[in-house]
């Protein structure tokens, strides 16, 4: 089954990701990341897990996307 991920969700990974590149992952971002994604997934009745599994591999790993 495929995980869907709202466009919320992938803009959060997305600053996230930024701010890990640049060395300047804030506690706030981080927090935010984890309870969108929480939310997510009890909402969609996924595992948080996979959620955010998918959500890490779409943001950082674009090419990877379909595997």
Known sequence: ???ELSDE???LEEKAWAE???KELTVETAEA???AVTAHA???G???FDVEAALK???RNPELEGE
């Open 33 to 35: 990341v984890q309870a």
């Open 9 to 11: 969700l992938i803009q």
């Open 1 to 3: 089954m495929a995980i």
């Open 57 to 59: 591999k779409r943001v």
């Open 20 to 22: 890990i590149q640049a």
């Open 46 to 48: 996924q595992s948080r």
């Open 42 to 44: 009890e909402a969609t």
